[in-house]
């Protein structure tokens, strides 16, 4: 007869995917049943440790490396693509806009400096806390992106969660200070394009994951070229550096690199890289245009909109162009 505890066990056995359950759930029901009686069975249930359990053997069995139907290790792959390219992305962003912040607040006079001085400590202790969090934080995305390189999971995991914390206090912020509340659209973007890749990374670097590599190049040589574009954009073209402008150069830069590389090794993209560029792609373009939508009808000059509009297309264009790859890629394995 079925008890309790046992129907308990299988409901929460259904986080599982079906082949990873076909397999292994008997075996795991007898294992968590082992030596209970049958009166404490029918009174008790799983315990919070073994459903937090199986819901990180879920997220592992679904993003699965090898020994996985195809659908699962190619969502692995694509996964584990995405974290790469997104964290080397957000850490040669932040690198490079504090470098350029503080080059020229510090050599434009005395009283700029003193500027850039009082944004940490002429509002008060928290705001003065949370805005040098702010300045701060970010730049973990460099060590967790040469921790995964190295292979030091824990630690680029532990670097990114945190790098990606900041971008929560514009919808904090107003409830506990006067400040006033972020453009939704725009701050909710940009915390997807920090969270999402630090949720990647956590969740396909797991312990049966191979070891993160690049597709070409060594982890300091990507890093300083994503950074030269990076700031090269910025200083050629100064009037356009909000905070999306570099980035998304960058990967504009980057992906069409990618692209003419792939044309040239094997005429197919290795292990869904396409997919993972597309889904950066699209997610680049969201923060695009979330920072577009408010400068119309606000007075903004138009060499500003039209730059910002150029940059969306590019990103649209090379978006779909990558899906299509992507597609073809995923249609020939």
């Not at 079925?2 to 990873?20: K, S």
């Not at 997220?59 to 693509?81: E, I």
């Amino acid at each position: 007869m079925t008890t309790l505890l046992e129907t308990r066990y299988r409901t929460v056995l259904r986080l599982l995917p079906a082949y990873y359950r076909r397999d292994r759930a008997e075996e795991m029901v007898e294992v968590y049943l082992w030596d209970v009686d049958q009166e404490t069975q029918d009174q008790s249930r799983p315990t919070l440790g073994e459903v937090a359990s199986v819901a990180a053997l879920a997220v592992r069995s679904r993003l699965a490396a090898t020994g996985a139907p195809r659908p699962y290790v190619l969502l692995g792959s694509a996964v584990r693509h995405f974290a790469v390219f997104a964290v080397l992305l957000q850490a040669a962003a932040a690198a490079v806009d504090r470098v350029l912040g503080l080059t020229w607040w510090s050599t434009h006079g005395t009283r700029n400096w003193e500027m850039f001085l009082s944004g940490f400590t002429g509002r008060g202790p928290l705001v003065g806390v949370a805005e040098a969090a702010e300045w701060t934080l970010p730049l973990l995305w460099t060590v967790g992106f040469f921790a995964l390189l190295r292979d030091r999971r824990r630690l680029a995991q532990a670097s990114v969660l945190l790098a990606a914390l900041p971008t929560l206090w514009p919808f904090v912020a107003p409830l506990v200070t006067e400040l006033a509340p972020p453009d939704p659209w725009f701050a909710t973007s940009t915390a997807l394009f920090a969270w999402l890749p630090a949720l990647a990374l956590c969740t396909a670097y797991h312990r049966d994951a191979p070891v993160a590599v690049l597709p070409a190049g060594s982890p300091g040589l990507a890093f300083a070229a994503c950074g030269v574009v990076m700031g090269a954009s910025e200083v050629v073209l100064p009037a356009m550096g909000d905070t999306v402008w570099a980035p998304a150069t960058c990967f504009v830069v980057g992906a069409l690199g990618w692209l003419l590389l792939r044309s040239r090794r094997t005429g197919q993209s290795p292990a869904c890289g396409a997919v993972a560029l597309a889904a950066l792609g699209l997610l680049l373009l969201s923060v695009r245009v979330a920072a577009l939508y408010p400068w119309f009808g606000a007075g903004v000059p138009f060499v500003f909109i039209g730059g910002a509009l150029g940059q969306a297309v590019a990103l649209t264009l090379l978006t779909v162009v990558l899906a299509v790859v992507a597609r073809r890629d995923l249609a020939a394995r």
